[in-house]
Nanobody, 127 residues
Framework: QVQLVESGGGLVQAGGSLNLSCAVS????????MGWFRQAPGKEREFVAA????????YYADSVKGRFTISRDNGNNTVYLLMNSLKPDDTAVYCC????????????????????WGQGTQVTVSS
């Protein structure tokens, strides 16, 4: 059984930083593409960032490009999302997701490609 457990969310002031983690178990981690998605109240879940199997292929939503960095540690079965220069619009529940395919670019942004999802961690950015 595949499990994804997020941590690192919280309350931060605008301009601040948070580093989210997602620990994965139950599947060979270096054969999973990993993504981060977020959902704000009253809005649909949207893509944030993704990283391919090797860690060298990353892809970002335009809204976070230059501020967020996705990375993975295949030795520790963990994917990270470092979020800098946070804005109130970044407030949402952030979920990590895993896909068995090795996806790059726009394909990595498609929710339907992901097979497993975590429960999410709340990120609140105050103005």
């Amino acid at each position: 059984q595949v499990q994804l457990v997020e941590s690192g969310g919280g309350l931060v002031q605008a301009g601040g930083s948070l580093n989210l983690s997602c620990a994965v178990s139950g599947r060979t981690f270096n054969r999973l593409s990993m993504g981060w998605f977020r959902q704000a109240p009253g809005k649909e879940r949207e893509f944030v960032a993704a990283v391919a199997w090797s860690g060298f292929g990353t892809y970002y939503a335009d809204s976070v490009k230059g501020r967020f960095t996705i990375s993975r540690d295949n030795g520790n079965n963990t994917v990270y999302l470092l979020m800098n220069s946070l804005k109130p619009d970044d407030t949402a529940v952030y979920c990590c997701a895993a896909a068995t395919g090795n996806y790059y670019g726009v394909r990595a942004a498609q929710r339907g490609r992901y097979d497993y999802w975590g429960q999410g961690t709340q990120v609140t950015v105050s103005s």
